[in-house]
C-alpha cells in the first residue's frame, strides 16, 4: 500500500479558499475526497449485491418463468437507455477535461448534456414503467402474469408468482438505479451552478472529479442490470 | 434439592452419546486452554507486577511462539470439526428403514401424524428402540422442532419440507420445543415425546382409529381426479407413480433429480416447476386446494407405491406389521 | 487523480465509448441468438469488460498514481463474489436427505 | 499516577472553547462529534438495559406473570435492537475511535467533519425512529427480523423499527468510511502503519466491514420492509420466495457486525494492557494482522447460525470448517495479550482491571464459540441460553468491557478531570462478579435444552434455580454499570483536574493538553519513534524524577 504521508507545509501563495481547515496541503485534500468516494462506491456495490445475490438465486430456480417476465419488457427501450448512460458518462469525462484544460464553456456545456442525458433515461424509463403498470406487471394487489409462455416451453406457461418475484426485483434494483440517477442529478446540478461561478480550475475541480466517480457508477450498474433483467433467454 | 435443579440433561436417544461426547471432549479442550490462559495471566500479573526500580523488560516478539500458538490451535479446532461433522452427518441421515412421522407445525401447536395413520397433537408416542424419521413442514411461519433428551434439532419451514430422525433408547416422557422464535405463544408451543416399550406401542398404536395415512392418501389421489392422468400403466398423460418415489427422474430440460419428498411435493404444488422427461406440462396447480395434512398424505400414498408389492392392500397390512419389523423396511430412499 | 500527461486523453475517452456502444450492441445480438446456457456468460462477459474500460479509463482507475485504489476495488469485488458464491453454493447443494 | 503540573489558570480546550447548544450541534469538531455519540448511546444503552433487567425479573419465575408473552417478546426484541445498532455498534468506534483516532495520527480531524456530524445526525434520526417506534407499540420480531413471521405474520410496527435501523446503519457506514479515509491519508509524518497504535489497527479493520457489511443488511431490510407492504414474495413461501435466503443476507451483515462489536474494543484492551504493563506489545505485527484477519474472514462463516435452518448439509459442512478460521486470529490475540504480562512492570488502575476482566470473558466467549462453531454440538446448543451466555460473554463481557475500559483510560483526556479511581476498581470487580452470575449459568440452562425467547417455562421448573441465579445476577451487573454512569458524572463537577498525561502513556493522544484543544495539536508532531515505546518513556521519566530528586 501506498501511503500519502503528505504534510508538506502550506506553500505561501498557493493557498486556495476550498483548501479545509484540517489538511495540511491540497493535494492530500483532493486524495482524501477521491479516495472517500471510492470506498463510498464499495459501499453501494455491496448495497446492490444483496439484491444481485436475490436475483441469482431466484433466476436458478426459476427460469423459465423468469425468461417470460424478462421477455415482456421492453429490451429495445433497455439497449437505448444504456447508450444513453454511455453517452452520458462520456459527457462527464469530457467536462472533466473541459476543466483541465481551463475551457469554461465546454464544460459548462457538456455538464449540461450530461444532466440531458440523464433526465433522457429517467424519460425513458418512466415509459416503461408506465408499460408495465398497464399491462398490471407491477406486483402487488393488481399484478396479473397469466397465459404467458415460457421462451423455449411453446406448451408451457410461466407461473405468474414466480414472475412477480421476477418483476419485485426488477422494479426495486430499475428503481433504485432510477433513485442514484435522481441523486447523481442533484450533485450534477451542483457542479453546474460552480461551474457557472467558475469555481472551477485546472488546478482544482474536485468535485467535479468525484461527481464524475458516482456517476460512472451509476452508469456501470445498469451495466449489468440491462443483460440480466432484459435480455434472459431472448432468442426466438 | 438436586431434583430440580439438574445440571445435565436427559441422555434418551442413540444421537445423545455421541453429542455428549464431543460435548465432554470440547469442555475439556477448553478447560485446558482457559486454565492455561488464566494461569500465565494471573501468575505473571502477580509475578510481575510494579516494583519501584523494577523495568519492564521489553520482548519485542517471537516468530516461532506466534507460528505455534496459531498453528497448534487450528489443528485442535481441525479435529474438533471433523467430529463435529462426523455427529452431524449422522444425525442428518435418517436410517433407511424408518418408521414415518409426518409433522405439521404451525402458530402454536405440533400436529403430528404417524405413517399408520395415528393423529396427535402436542404428543408423540414413539417406540423404544426404533428409528424414526420426521418429515416436517410448517403452515405459517419457521418453527423448530427440538428434543433437548435426544439432542436433536430441526428447524420446520413454510413451504418445504425437512427431515429429520431419532433413535429413542429410553422410555419416558421427554420435552418438546419449538426452538425458533414464532411469535406471541412461541413459549406455549411445547409438547413431549412419549417412548414407550415396544409392547406398550403396540397397545397404543391398536387404538388409533382411521386407516394408514397412504390409504388416506390414495382416497384423496381418487377425489381430486389424479387418477385419470397418472395411471398405472404408460398410457397415462401424467407418469405412472410405481416406483418411482425414491429413484433417480430425468426433467424434461435434462437434468437429474432423485423423487423425494420435497419433489412430490413440489410436483403437487407446482406441476410446471419439474416437468418429468417424454410428459406434457399439463397438470393443474393445488396450491390452497390441499392442505398440508392432505398434503403429507398424498406424498405417504405416491411413496407407498414404491414399496415392493406396492398396492392398497400392502399398506393396509401395514396396521397390523408395522414398518420396521423384520424384512419389510427394504424402502428405497 | 488527475491526469498530468500532456497528450490529450480524448482519443482513449472517444475510443472508450465507441467500444462501450458496440459493446451494448453486441449484448443485444447475442442475447437473440440461441447459445444455450452460453447466452449468461457471454452476457455477462461484455458486461464486465464494458464495466472494466468506464472503471479503468473514465474513472481513471488506470493511471491510478497508486495501488490503493486498485486494492479497494479487488477486495470490494472479492467480498461481492464472496457474498454470492458462498450463498449460491448452499442453494446449488441443497437436497432432500 | 504521574507528577506532572496541572496549570491553576484553565487552558483554552475543545470543550470551553464555544458555548451555546449551537455550538455543539453544528460543531464538525470530532471530539464534539463523540461526546455527542457519548450522551446518545449513553441514553440507549440504559433503555436496552432496562429492557434487559424486565426480561429478567419475568424470567425470575416460571410462569410469565411479570408481563405478558407479547410484551416479554416486544422486550427482547427491542433489548436486541437498541443494544445492538443503537449501543454496541457506535459505542466504541463512534466515541473512542471518533475521539482518538485523529489524535492517535496527528490529525486535527478526521477527514470529512461534516460527515462526522451528518453521520451522527442519521444516527439520531434513526433513534428517534426507534424510540417513536417503541412508545408506540414496538416491535415483536427478535432482532433478527427472520421471514415470513416479519413480513407476513407479526402484526407489530417491523417496517418503521427496520426503517430505523437502516437509518442508523449509513450511520455506522459513514463512519467507517470515515476513519479508513482518515487513517489512509491525514497520519503526521512520520507515522509509518508499523508504528500505528494497535487501536487504529482494529478500527481500521473494523471500518471495512462496517463499509462493506452494512449495506448488505441495509437492502436487506429495504426488502423486508417491501416484502411486508407489498407481499412481492421474495421471502415468503407463500409466494414462491425462500425465508432461507433473508438469513443469508441477514447473516452476512450481522455475523461480523459481531466483529465491528468486538475489534475496537480488542483496540482499547491492547492499548491499555501495553501501558499498565509497560511494555511494547508482544508481537505488534501479528496483533495488527489478526485485526485484519478477523474482518475478513468474519465474512466468511455467516451460515453457522443456521445449520439446523435447512440449508445444505454441504454448505454447512464449509461454514463450519471456515468459522474456525476466525477462532486462530482471536486466539492469537489473546496469547499476545498475555505474553506481553510477561517480564511486565504491571499496574492494576481501574483501565487495567477492566481489561483483565475483558481477557477472562473474551477468552471464555470464545472457547464457547468452538462448541456453536462444532456442527454436531451446534444442531443441540442453537437457539438455547446457550448461545445467549455464548455472545453475551463477546458483546457484553469482551466489547463492554473494553469500552469501559477505554472510556476510564480516556476519560482524563476527554473531560480533563480524573475519576475516583476506588470507586473505578470497585465497579469493575461488581461488573465481572455480576456478569458471571448472570451469564455463566445460561450456559448450563443451554445445555439442559432450555430454549431462547421463551416467556414462559411454567412446564420446565427444573430450570428455575438457574434462572434465579442469572437474574440476581443482572441486578448486580445493573449496579456495576450505573456506578461509572454516577462518578464520572460526578467528576466532571468535582473531579481533580486531569494532568496532561496522567498513566504516563505511550501515544500521541497524550501529547495534547487535557482536554485537548480544537484543533488538537499545536503544530503538526512528527514521529519518529516506534509504537509503544514504553522503555524509553521510563528511561526519561526516571531521569527527570532523578533531576527533580
Known amino acids: ?236 | 434439592m438436586f431434583d430440580n435443579f439438574p445440571l445435565w440433561p436427559q441422555r434418551a436417544s442413540s444421537m445423545a452419546g455421541n453429542v455428549d461426547a464431543l460435548f465432554i471432549f470440547l469442555l475439556i479442550v477448553s478447560g485446558l486452554m482457559t486454565l492455561l490462559i488464566f494461569t500465565a495471566i494471573i501468575y505473571f500479573a502477580a509475578r510481575y507486577r510494579y516494583r519501584k526500580g523494577v523495568p519492564a523488560e521489553q520482548i519485542e516478539g517471537s516468530i516461532p511462539l506466534e507460528l505455534s500458538w496459531s498453528l497448534i490451535p487450528l489443528g485442535v479446532f481441525m479435529v474438533i470439526f471433523a467430529w463435529g461433522a462426523v455427529v452431524y452427518f449422522k444425525g442428518r441421515t435418517p436410517p433407511r428403514d424408518s418408521t414415518e412421522v409426518y409433522v405439521v407445525a404451525k402458530q402454536w401447536m405440533w400436529k403430528l401424524e404417524h405413517a399408520e395413520g395415528q393423529r396427535e397433537i402436542n404428543e408423540l408416542h414413539v417406540p423404544v428402540g426404533r428409528d424414526v424419521k420426521l418429515i416436517m413442514t410448517s403452515q405459517d411461519v419457521i418453527h423448530s422442532f427440538f428434543v433437548p433428551a435426544f439432542r436433536m434439532k430441526q428447524d420446520v419451514l413454510p413451504g418445504r419440507y425437512t427431515v429429520a430422525w431419532f433413535h429413542a433408547t429410553k422410555p419416558g416422557t421427554y420435552h418438546l420445543f419449538c426452538a425458533e422464535y414464532c411469535g406471541t405463544q412461541h413459549s406455549g408451543m411445547i409438547g413431549s415425546i412419549v417412548v414407550m416399550e415396544p409392547a406398550q406401542y403396540e397397545a397404543w398404536m391398536s387404538g388409533g382409529t382411521g386407516g394408514p395415512l397412504s390409504a388416506t392418501g390414495e382416497k384423496i389421489f381418487a377425489e381430486l381426479g389424479c387418477v385419470t392422468c397418472h395411471r398405472s400403466d404408460t398410457q397415462g398423460r401424467g407418469p405412472n407413480l410405481q416406483g418411482v418415489f425414491g429413484k433417480p427422474v430425468q426433467l424434461e430440460d435434462g437434468r437429474m433429480l432423485t423423487a423425494d419428498e420435497n419433489y412430490v411435493r413440489e410436483s403437487i404444488l407446482d406441476p410446471g416447476a419439474k416437468v418429468v422427461k417424454g410428459f406434457k406440462p399439463v397438470m393443474p396447480t393445488f396450491q390452497g386446494l390441499v392442505s398440508e395434512e392432505q398434503l403429507n398424505a398424498l406424498v405417504a400414498y405416491v411413496k407407498s407405491q414404491s414399496q415392493p408389492g406396492a398396492g392398497v392392500a400392502k399398506a393396509n397390512a401395514a396396521v397390523t406389521a408395522p414398518e420396521g419389523a423384520p424384512g419389510k423396511g427394504n424402502q428405497v430412499q | 487523480m488527475s491526469n498530468h500527461s500532456k497528450s490529450s486523453p480524448l482519443t482513449s475517452y472517444f475510443a472508450v465509448w465507441g467500444a462501450l456502444l458496440l459493446g451494448t450492441f453486441l449484448t443485444y445480438e447475442a442475447a437473440l441468438i440461441d447459445l444455450g446456457r452460453f447466452n449468461a456468460a457471454v452476457a455477462l462477459t461484455i458486461a464486465t469488460t464494458k464495466a472494466l474500460l468506464v472503471a479503468l479509463f473514465f474513472m481513471h482507475l488506470k493511471g491510478a498514481s497508486e495501488k490503493l485504489l486498485k486494492l479497494v476495488v479487488a477486495s470490494t469485488i472479492f467480498f461481492l463474489i464472496l457474498l454470492l458464491a458462498l450463498s449460491m453454493f448452499d442453494y446449488g447443494t441443497r437436497s432432500f436427505s | 499516577m504521574a507528577t506532572a503540573t496541572v496549570p491553576s489558570v484553565e487552558r483554552e480546550n475543545y470543550l470551553n472553547k464555544h458555548y451555546g447548544v449551537e455550538s455543539w450541534l453544528l460543531t464538525t469538531d470530532h471530539k464534539r462529534i463523540a461526546l455527542l455519540y457519548l450522551i446518545s448511546i449513553t441514553f440507549f444503552f440504559f433503555i436496552g438495559g432496562f429492557f434487559a433487567l424486565l426480561i429478567r425479573l419475568e424470567l425470575l419465575t416460571p410462569a410469565s406473570d411479570l408481563v405478558q408473552a407479547d410484551t416479554y417478546n416486544k422486550l427482547f426484541t427491542m433489548h436486541g435492537q437498541v443494544m445492538v445498532f443503537f449501543f454496541l455498534i457506535p459505542s466504541i468506534p463512534a466515541v473512542l475511535g471518533n475521539f482518538l483516532i485523529p489524535l492517535m495520527i496527528g490529525a486535527k480531524d478526521l477527514a470529512f467533519p461534516r460527515v462526522n456530524l451528518l453521520s451522527w445526525y442519521l444516527y439520531i434520526i434513526g433513534g428517534i425512529m426507534m424510540v417513536h417506534c417503541m412508545l408506540t407499540g414496538g416491535v415483536d420480531t427478535g432482532w433478527t427480523f427472520y421471514t415470513p413471521f416479519s413480513t407476513a405474520f407479526s402484526n407489530t410496527k417491523v417496517i418503521e423499527a427496520g426503517l430505523a435501523i437502516f437509518v442508523a446503519g449509513f450511520s455506522s457506514i459513514l463512519t467507517g468510511l470515515n476513519f479508513v479515509v482518515t487513517i489512509h491519508r491525514m497520519r503526521a509524518p512520520g507515522l509509518t502503519w508499523s508504528r500505528l497504535p494497535l487501536f487504529v489497527w482494529a478500527h481500521y479493520a473494523t471500518s471495512i466491514i462496517q463499509i462493506l457489511g452494512t449495506p448488505v443488511v441495509a437492502i436487506t431490510l429495504v426488502l423486508v420492509v417491501a416484502e411486508r407492504s407489498l407481499h412481492l414474495g421474495i421471502f415468503d413461501p407463500k409466494l414462491g420466495g425462500d425465508p432461507l435466503l433473508f438469513q443469508h443476507l441477514f447473516w452476512f451483515y450481522s455475523h461480523p457486525a459481531v466483529y465491528i462489536m468486538i475489534l475496537p474494543s480488542m483496540g482499547v484492551v491492547t492499548e491499555i494492557i501495553a501501558c499498565f504493563s509497560r511494555k511494547r506489545i508482544f508481537g505488534y505485527s501479528f496483533v495488527a494482522l489478526s485485526s485484519i484477519a478477523i474482518a475478513v474472514f468474519g465474512f466468511l462463516v455467516w451460515a453457522h447460525h443456521m445449520f439446523v435452518a435447512g440449508i445444505s448439509v454441504y454448505a454447512a459442512l464449509i461454514f463450519s470448517l471456515l468459522s474456525y478460521s476466525v477462532a486462530v486470529p482471536s486466539a492469537v490475540k489473546v496469547f499476545n495479550w498475555t505474553a506481553t504480562l510477561y517480564k511486565g512492570s504491571i499496574r492494576y488502575d481501574a483501565p487495567m482491571l477492566y481489561a483483565f476482566g475483558f481477557l477472562g470473558l473474551f477468552t471464555m466467549g470464545g472457547l464457547t464459540g468452538l462448541f456453536l462453531a462444532a456442527l454436531g454440538v451446534d444442531v443441540h446448543v442453537t437457539d438455547t441460553y446457550f448461545v445467549i451466555a455464548h455472545f453475551h460473554y463477546i458483546m457484553v463481557g469482551g466489547a463492554l468491557m473494553g469500552y469501559l475500559g477505554g472510556m476510564h483510560f480516556w476519560w482524563p483526556k476527554i473531560s480533563g478531570k480524573l475519576y475516583p479511581e476506588g470507586w473505578a476498581r470497585l465497579a469493575a470487580l461488581i461488573v465481572f462478579i455480576g456478569f458471571n452470575l448472570t451469564f455463566f449459568p445460561q450456559f448450563i440452562l443451554g445445555y439442559l435444552g432450555m430454549p431462547r425467547r421463551y416467556a414462559d417455562y411454567s412446564h420446565m421448573p427444573e430450570f428455575q434455580i438457574l434462572n434465579v441465579f442469572s437474574t440476581a445476577g443482572s441486578t448486580v451487573l445493573g449496579v456495576g454499570y450505573l456506578l461509572p454512569m454516577i462518578y464520572f458524572l460526578w467528576s466532571m463537577r468535582y473531579g481533580k483536574p486531569a494532568p496532561d498525561n496522567p498513566w504516563n502513556a505511550a501515544g500521541l493522544e497524550w501529547k495534547t493538553p487535557s482536554p485537548p484543544t480544537t484543533y488538537n495539536f499545536e503544530e503538526e508532531p512528527v514521529v519518529t519513534w516506534e509504537a509503544y515505546n514504553y522503555d524509553e518513556i521510563d528511561k526519561g521519566h526516571k531521569e527527570e524524577v532523578h533531576v527533580v530528586g
Open chain 1, 1 to 236: 500500500m501506498s501511503d500519502s504521508q503528505a504534510a508538506v507545509p502550506h506553500h505561501d501563495g498557493l493557498h486556495n479558499p476550498a483548501l479545509l481547515h484540517h489538511f495540511a496541503t491540497e493535494e492530500q485534500q483532493r486524495d482524501s475526497a477521491s479516495f472517500g468516494m471510492w470506498i463510498f462506491l464499495a459501499t453501494e456495490v455491496m448495497f446492490f449485491g444483496g439484491l444481485f445475490c436475490a436475483y441469482l438465486i431466484y433466476r436458478r430456480w426459476y427460469f423459465g418463468d423468469f425468461a417470460a417476465a424478462s421477455k415482456s419488457i421492453n429490451a429495445a427501450l433497455g439497449a437505448t437507455n444504456t447508450a444513453v448512460l454511455i453517452c452520458s458518462s462520456l459527457t462527464v469525462v469530457l467536462a472533466i477535461w473541459a476543466a483541465q484544460t481551463a475551457r469554461r464553456g465546454l464544460m459548462i456545456l457538456m455538464l449540461v448534456l450530461t444532466m440531458l442525458f440523464g433526465v433522457a433515461f429517467l424519460g425513458i424509463k418512466g415509459i416503461e414503467y408506465k408499460d408495465k403498470f398497464e399491462e398490471h406487471h407491477v406486483p402487488g394487489v393488481s399484478f396479473s402474469f397469466d397465459h404467458q409462455q415460457i421462451p423455449g416451453h411453446p406448451d408451457q406457461y410461466a407461473n405468474p408468482q414466480h414472475a412477480q418475484i421476477f418483476f419485485a426485483l426488477y422494479f426495486i434494483m430499475t428503481g433504485l438505479h432510477a433513485l442514484h440517477m435522481v441523486v447523481g442529478l442533484g450533485i450534477f446540478t451542483w457542479l453546474l451552478w460552480m461551474a457557472w461561478k467558475g469555481r472551477f480550475t485546472p488546478h482544482y475541480h474536485t468535485p467535479l472529479e468525484i461527481g464524475g466517480l458516482y456517476w460512472h457508477f451509476v452508469d456501470i450498474v445498469w451495466i449489468y442490470l440491462f443483460p440480466l433483467l432484459y435480455l434472459i433467454d431472448r432468442h426466438p
